[in-house]
């Protein structure tokens, strides 16, 4: 074989080694945890290792939910709440300092989110069985044992205690962005570039897919949820959606969410939708559900103080109104 031959040959190989070393593939998986639709997308460089990640990712989700479930009967929550009135809990130190944040989210938000509406008792009916509003006294009554000013934290000791019996702590609305917070960061630790943990329309995404291009994510049209109002590029960034487009009821002409306020027992009413952007899931999470609550006016105020987060915001009767920072390039609303 020629000299020249030979050498054109191993840079043909060299060539098509460089490139099939840099090759990226990507596998989906979609389950059930934490109550929920998980669905885990992970970009890694052959089917073997983004399948074992995804494996990974779920055994996180599933320590994750064994800890703070509220209606797992052993789980570390389940057993503060089972002591309500009775004795502090220790807890793991990340269960505690979860509890410490989202304690920390209810007084900014003075209530509008508090991490013990578990205790709620639930008499809005949102399968279509309602026909007249609970009574006020009723509506009074429900939110009794709800109240995070009784719940104490020890840091010394990695305990929780809830004053009052019957109290109940959950974190629904916080549980699945922290669960997807901490598989994103465990697989970037690990050397995955690229992926994206959707916990209930939680997400945290990181990396880019195969072809370079930032990952598109839909945000659903809450007036046509079969259709989407816009899809967005995201990089490294989270994204939630709080709404009420699917659980509603309606009295005399005023639409009441299925997101109920956990200092008045009443539906949050006014917004249908709060989408939000930022770094992380959990506070993301926490400041769409909040605002749900809130309302628009008092919504946009509490992001003012997020800097690194914005949001868009979908009124009952079809506005769209973003945060003073929304940031997101080329989104156009299509309804």
Partial sequence: MKPKLVYWLLLFFAILSFFSGNAQVLRKRTTLLMGGRFDISIVAKDSLEAEQNI??????????????????PD?????VNQNAGIKPIKVDREVFELAKRAIKLSEITNGGFDVSFAAMDRIWKFDGSMTEMPSAEAIKKSVEKVGYKNIILDSVQSTIFLKLQGMKIGFGALGEGYATDKCRAMMIAKGIKAGIINGS???????????????????????????????????EQAVTTSGSYEKFVVFNGKRYSHIINPATGYPATGLCSVTVFGPNA?????LSTSSMVLGQKEGLLLIQKYPEYSCLMITDKGKVIKSKNFNIKHFKAKF
């Fill in 55 to 72: 494996n990974e990712v779920i055994a996180e989700i599933t320590r994750i939910e064994n800890l703070i479930s509220d209606w797992k």
């Fill in 75 to 79: 789980s570390q929550v389940s057993q």
């Fill in 201 to 235: 329309g939680d997400m945290s995404t990181w990396g880019k897919q195969p072809n370079g291009k930032p990952w598109k994510i839909g945000i659903t049209n809450p007036f046509n949820p079969e259709k989407l109002l816009a899809v967005v590029p995201l990089e």
């Fill in 282 to 286: 959990e506070t993301a999470n926490g």
